[in-house]
């Protein structure tokens, strides 16, 4: 996934999983989440991409919706933790990296 995500793909965990937003907020089952999580503050995705250690990559992605045959949705997010963050329901291709570290 990761190599995916350094040419702008994203792929979540599990793309038919059933976690729960509340559960991938929190952190659980990320492997078997179809989410990934986005946030508006690009410190805090720095912050958590380095969190992971060396290697993370940081991609920026318009708030549009989906259009014709695309499988990925917006998702509120319950933000628990106050980082200004949404998820993304599925597989994106048409991401911008602006960090690959």
């Known amino acids: 996934m990761l190599e995916a995500a350094r040419r702008g793909i994203v792929i979540p965990g599990n793309v038919h999983g059933n976690v729960s937003p509340e559960e991938h907020n929190y952190g659980r089952r990320l492997n ?4 990934t999580s986005w946030s508006y503050s690009l410190e805090e995705a720095h912050a958590h991409g380095a969190d992971w250690g060396a290697g993370y990559v940081v991609l920026k992605l318009t708030t549009d919706s ?9 998702v ?3 933000d628990i ?21």
């Open 66 to 74: 989906p259009i014709g045959q695309q499988n990925w949705s917006w």
């Open 81 to 101: 933790f106050g980082e200004q963050e949404v998820l993304l329901k599925g597989v994106r291709i048409d991401c911008e990296v602006i960090f690959g570290g």
């Open 32 to 35: 078997e989440s179809p989410y």
């Open 76 to 78: 509120r997010s319950p």
